[in-house]
């Protein structure tokens, strides 16, 4: 069992989903969690649910493609909570269009948000981890990301979330920060085309997709002491999806 007392945890795309899931866990175990969401408000409340569940948690507005906005929020979590021991890389967008309806602006949007706003997060609270001498940065990436996906502006964005977590490396060498990427398969949240579920049931060997707190539960793992030598890794957690074969792969025989 994770223990998180003491720590301080930035959770981004905390208002609902994934990063919804991973701030619960996160506070479960113990860690003081700064819920950030470009909706502020759906973020609070987020905060208030772990508050009233016995954790220790606040709820922040922020646009992780705008440093300015980071550094605010950098300022307001130090004045709340704390400096920052873990940075859990959530927020994300998904375009559901192909090349000939994705125009240059709304591809970079989609790395924007996904590549670029985890590298910016990142780097807001990079000094407060290597500072400390301890760290953990688990970002959110995708199997679109390592096996490439019908929608070009995620599968490029994730593929790059991926080679970015291994890229820093370099710059937490010797600081006593890991840095991770999880790739969720086809999981039960908001995002996830609904009128796709029987097909991805019928693709994926565990026989349904996966949830939001089991991937928030690798989270929980990567976040803490016993996780110090898993570092610079990708690890999937799709129900053994992408073991056998691609989503976009044709429909399995037999």
């Not at 981004?12 to 175990?29: D, E, K, P």
């Not at 905060?47 to 300015?68: K, L, M, P, Q, W």
């Not at 999880?182 to 026989?207: H, N, Q, W, Y």
Request: one cysteine or more; hydrophobic letters at 45%.
């Amino acid at each position: 069992m994770t223990n998180h007392r003491g720590r301080v945890a930035v959770v981004t795309g905390a208002a609902r989903g994934l990063g919804q899931a991973v701030a619960r866990r996160l506070a479960a175990s113990g860690a003081t969690v700064a819920c950030a969401d470009v909706d502020g408000v759906a973020a609070r409340k987020t905060a208030e649910e772990i508050g009233a569940n016995g954790g220790r948690a606040a709820g922040f507005e922020v646009d992780v493609t705008s440093e300015a906005s980071l550094a605010a929020l950098r300022e307001q979590v130090h004045a709340v909570l704390g400096r920052v021991d873990m940075v859990m890389n959530v927020a994300g967008i998904l375009d559901r269009r192909q090349m000939a309806d994705t125009d240059g602006e709304a591809f970079r949007r989609v790395i924007d948000v996904n590549l670029t706003g985890t590298y910016l997060t990142t780097r807001a609270f990079a000094a407060d981890m290597t500072e400390r001498g301890w760290g953990r940065v688990v970002n959110t990436a995708s199997i679109a990301g390592v096996t490439g996906y019908v929608y070009p502006s995620y599968a490029a964005s994730k593929a790059g979330v991926v080679n970015l977590t291994r890229s820093l490396l370099v710059d937490f060498w010797g600081t006593g920060v890991t840095v991770n990427a999880v790739c969720p398969g086809a999981m039960d949240t908001e995002m996830l085309d609904r009128s796709a579920i029987p097909a991805f049931i019928r693709k994926t060997p565990a026989g349904r997709v996966v949830t939001p707190q089991e991937v928030a539960a690798v989270f929980d793992f990567l976040a803490g002491e016993e996780a110090a030598c898993v570092n610079g890794a990708t690890i999937v957690v799709d129900g053994g999806a992408t073991a056998v074969f691609r989503y976009a792969d044709p429909e399995p025989r037999g």
